[in-house]
Structure formats: C-alpha cells, structure tokens
C-alpha cells in the first residue's frame, strides 16, 4: 500500500466501526444482528464502550436517560430550543440550539458532580473514613469551584427533587442483586447530608447528582456524565422544540412583547 494511502486511512482510524459497501459493523456487531435485537440504551453502551451490557445495567442506564428528559420551558434548554424553534430553522437548529445550552450550571453539571463522587472513592481508597473523605472532598471543590456543589439544591424543588429518589431507590436494588457496588450510592447520599448539615437544613439531590451516582456505578468516566445527559434531555428539546413549530408563532423572545427589560441608566 503507497504511503499516501496509509496515511489517508489512517487520518480518522477507529475501532468503533467497521464500514465498507455492503458492511456495517459496530465494535464487530453486524447491524443486521443489532436491528431489533439490542435496545437504544444497549446501543448507546456497545457504541462508548465496545461491549454490550447486561439486561440489568441496561434498566439502570435506561432510568438515568428517562429520568433526564425534561424539565420545562423554564428550563434554558427547552426555552432556548423553543425560541430557536419560532425563528425559521429547521429541527436540527432548534435541537442544538437547546443542547448547547448544558454548560456547567444546567444540565453538564453532572461531570463535575462525578468527578466529585471519583475523588470521594479515591480517598477512602486511603483508608479515610467516608465522611472525613466526604468534607476532604468537598472542601477541595470550593476551593477549585465556589460554593455550591453541583448535583445538588434545586430552585424548584426542596427540600427534594422528585426525580432523585426514584433513581436512588433503583440503584440500592441494583446494588442488592450484584449489578453495581452501591458505593457512588453511599457517596451521593454521605455529600447531600454533609451539604444539609452545613446549612442547617435539608438539601435536594438534584438530576446531575442522582445520573452521576448512576453513570459513576456502571463505570463511566465524568465526561460521559455530561454527554449522556445531553442525550437524555435532548428527547424534550426535541418535543419542546416540534411542539412549538405546531403551535406557531415568530421571533419569539425570552418574554412578551408588551413587556420591556428594566433599563438602568449606568
């Protein structure tokens, strides 16, 4: 083979996918054995991971994405897909305009909440206990990131996210029948109740913080924390966004047109 050939071949190699004409191959799945035999989780799982997942850590993958879905037009995702929606462009527009939205605050704070989960896991690795790892841990993240805590308190709902439990409830089951370990569970849990303690009351665990639990026991790493929920919520930006294409309207901004923005004479 010339070099020039190599290299060209070589410029996006992958291990992901096989493809030539007549050929489609996932990590050495044949699509055709993957068409209405795998679920989309599993799909989702074989294509980042190179492997299929059991029954058991599909359920548990498939309740964090379901749970993620939507929250809302009050959302900035789902409102900036919405606005997007009323100003001409296609589905594809509205859906990256709403995506783009999950930065570190809204709906990517998961990665950073994990990130917080692994380091927990690292110093009781140490031999610390888990809540002296706990306030280590959490004392070391405001230094790096502020005061609040991603994956926790929620401006809707407190003292609890509704979501939250649920997801928490499947994860303990999880963890009873050998599926995961249980231990991101504990973690969760130790830094919501330091967090309650410090300010004197109850806090929620939030969407970010109860996916991270999940996404850290079926051993993703932080960044994929951030990319799976963008899958997850994209469902409601794309309902959000095909529902305001039927109900119509144009240019439509943040708020009414017969209300102005506070202007202040700086």
């Not at 963008?230 to 409601?236: A, D, E, P, Q, W």
């Amino acid at each position: 083979m010339a070099e020039s050939e190599t290299e060209i071949e070589e410029w996006w190699r992958t291990s992901i996918i096989d493809m030539e004409p007549g050929k489609i191959a996932f990590w050495k799945h044949p699509i055709e054995e993957l068409i209405g035999n795998v679920s989309f989780p599993q799909m989702i799982w074989l294509m980042l991971r190179g492997e299929l997942p059991s029954l058991d850590e599909t359920k548990l993958l498939e309740a964090a994405l379901v749970g993620g879905v939507d929250h809302g037009p009050q959302a900035p995702s789902i409102a900036a897909a919405r606005m997007a929606a009323t100003c001409g462009v296609g589905l594809n527009n509205v859906m990256a305009t709403g995506v783009n939205m999950l930065g570190d605050v809204h709906g990517g704070a998961g990665e950073q909440c994990a990130e917080l989960y692994f380091d927990i896991r690292d110093r009781l690795e140490t031999g610390l206990s888990l809540e002296s790892a706990t306030q280590e841990s959490i004392k070391s993240w405001r230094e790096k990131y502020g005061k609040i805590i991603s994956g926790f308190g929620h401006r809707f709902h407190k003292p609890t996210d509704p979501r939250a439990p649920r997801l928490m409830e499947l994860v303990r089951k999880s963890a009873k029948q050998g599926v995961v370990s249980g231990i991101f569970a504990e973690i969760g849990e130790a830094v919501q109740a330091a967090i309650g303690k410090q300010r004197g009351e109850p806090i929620a665990m939030n969407i970010d913080g109860a996916t991270a639990v999940i996404f850290c026991e079926l051993g993703f790493p932080p960044p994929l924390s951030r990319g799976l929920f963008c899958l997850s919520r994209s469902v409601g930006i794309l309902a959000h966004g095909w529902e305001q294409i039927q109900q119509g309207g144009r240019n439509k901004g943040p708020i009414p047109p017969n209300y102005l923005p506070k202007y202040e004479d700086g």
